[in-house]
């Protein structure tokens, strides 16, 4: 070997592996996530990476209230997260606005574990153009919280089943303990908590704002009784078991229900099965050893029983993204079982096989319970009406119903017929 041959080989080789180094480092996607346990992703993307070398994935968080119209503003401008988490209701509107990829392709070229079917709630995720714009990740509804003590100590005997029985026991709590009742967010912005509300109160009498009708929609609901819910919910601010300042809260997972469900303050609640989570392990580290006092169970009934929505989180991924393949490649690492279990367990998994493994437990038994009872959003997802719109609409004419800036009927008959005239 001549003088010098050994050593440009060296560089040669050295130059080599740095191209090889700084390509494998070319990949970096952004997942941005809307819950609380962003310790938890952080350490499940940490794996992902370990086990696809040369991917990097950046993690960005945000509140639930501002990820939607912040996700579908930066899209519009080819700009965003190139991996997004989105509620069940969000990938018709965001793929009909071209903010999300249409996964067709690369679920027949890559399939998912389990394969697509085998997941739950699939009709959400396809547009109206028939393209599938996302994969359902989790899956909850809600279930009604009970504190034990501070219903024993009200002589509310037996857990509330009707819409009327749980007023009572909340009006009980309130003028036997002074504490609160049933503490729930009346606050009017977007990502409201009273559309939630709302909606059980009418399913559960057998109304709804959208329906099917002969290949079409039409609303099913009517003014007298969408005045009805705002009649009820607001008694129980204006009789003080649920306390005004409740009308600036938005978030069902405001730290003030929480907190008041923690420690005692309040007596009853509704939430998704996530939040009650945290507030079991909150009251088992301030009190190691004590038997947590709380029950979990079904909405309350109306005549056609208790209704709650199949709710839960997908995955979709940015139109814009430079890296589709890599982005897919972390969309189906995130719906694995062991993900869900090791990482995000405050959810259950939106795929039938890991679902039917689950052991709920005699706390999470009101969720148990309810997912059987819970209903899809059916014709308001297959219809033009946007939820989103709704939603929003819903709660600006309770809140102005709740403040005494409409009354009941004036609010209710602007909310029917923004409905009526997005069905149009």
Same mark, same amino acid.
């Given at each position: 070997m001549r003088p010098g041959t050994w050593t440009s080989m060296l560089a040669a080789l050295a130059v080599t592996m740095a191209a090889a180094t700084a390509s494998a480092q070319d990949v970096k996607l952004t997942f941005r996530f809307n819950d609380p346990e962003a310790k938890e992703m952080r350490a499940a993307l940490d794996a992902f990476e370990q086990e696809n070398r040369g991917i990097e994935v950046e993690l960005q968080t945000i509140?639930?209230?501002?990820?939607?119209?912040?996700?579908?503003?930066?899209?519009?401008?080819?700009?965003?997260?190139?991996?997004?988490h989105i509620a069940f209701v969000w990938p018709r509107d965001m793929g009909a606005a071209g903010a999300l990829l249409p996964l067709n392709d690369l679920l027949t070229s890559q399939p998912i574990q389990g394969g697509f079917d085998d997941f739950i709630a699939t009709e959400l995720a396809?547009?109206?153009?028939?393209?599938?714009?996302?994969?359902p990740w989790t899956t909850d509804t809600w279930a009604m919280v009970y504190?034990?003590?501070?219903?024993?100590?009200?002589g509310v005997a037996e857990i509330p089943r009707t819409w009327d029985a749980l007023r009572d026991a909340s009006r009980a709590i309130n003028e036997k303990t002074g504490k609160v009742g049933f503490g729930f967010p009346g606050g009017s912005g977007s990502s409201n908590t009273i559309w939630f509300l709302a909606n059980y109160y009418w399913w559960s009498n057998g109304d709804a704002l959208v329906v099917a009708d002969n290949g079409g929609f039409k609303t099913g609901i009517t003014v007298d009784k969408i005045a009805e819910a705002m009649a009820y919910y607001d008694s129980y601010i204006k009789e003080g078991h649920n306390p005004e300042a409740m009308l600036g809260v938005t978030s069902w997972f405001d730290p003030a229900i929480l907190e008041g469900i923690s420690n005692g303050d309040q007596g009853i609640a509704i939430m998704p099965p996530q939040q009650f989570k945290q507030i079991l392990a909150a009251f088992k580290e301030r009190n190691p050893g004590v038997e947590p006092p709380f029950v979990t169970a079904t909405t309350p009934a109306g005549p056609a029983g208790p209704k709650?929505?199949?709710?839960?989180?997908?995955?979709?991924?940015?139109a814009n993204t430079e890296n589709p393949e890599a982005a897919w490649k972390l969309v189906e690492f995130m719906t694995r079982e062991q993900v869900l279990v090791t990482y995000y367990g405050n959810q259950f998994p939106a795929q039938k096989t890991p679902l039917?493994?689950?052991?709920? /437990? @005699? &706390?999470?038994? +009101?969720?148990?319970?309810?997912? =059987?009872?819970?209903?899809?959003?059916? %014709?308001?997802?297959? /219809? @033009? &009406?946007?939820? +989103?719109?709704?939603?929003?609409? =819903?709660?600006?004419?309770?809140?102005? %119903?709740?403040?005494?800036e409409r009354s009941y009927d004036e609010a209710a008959a602007e909310l029917l017929e923004s409905v009526e005239e997005q069905l149009k």
């Open positions: 509140a639930w209230s501002e990820s939607r119209q912040q996700f579908l503003r930066e899209a519009a401008v080819g700009e965003g997260p190139d991996v997004v396809v547009g109206a153009d028939g393209n599938i714009y996302g994969v504190r034990t003590d501070v219903m024993d100590a009200a709650t929505h199949l709710g839960g989180r997908m995955l979709g991924i940015n039917r493994n689950i052991e709920f /437990g @005699p &706390a999470l038994g +009101g969720f148990a319970e309810q997912l =059987t009872l819970a209903r899809s959003w059916g %014709a308001y997802s297959d /219809g @033009p &009406a946007q939820i +989103g719109k709704m939603w929003n609409d =819903t709660g600006r004419a309770f809140g102005s %119903a709740f403040i005494g």
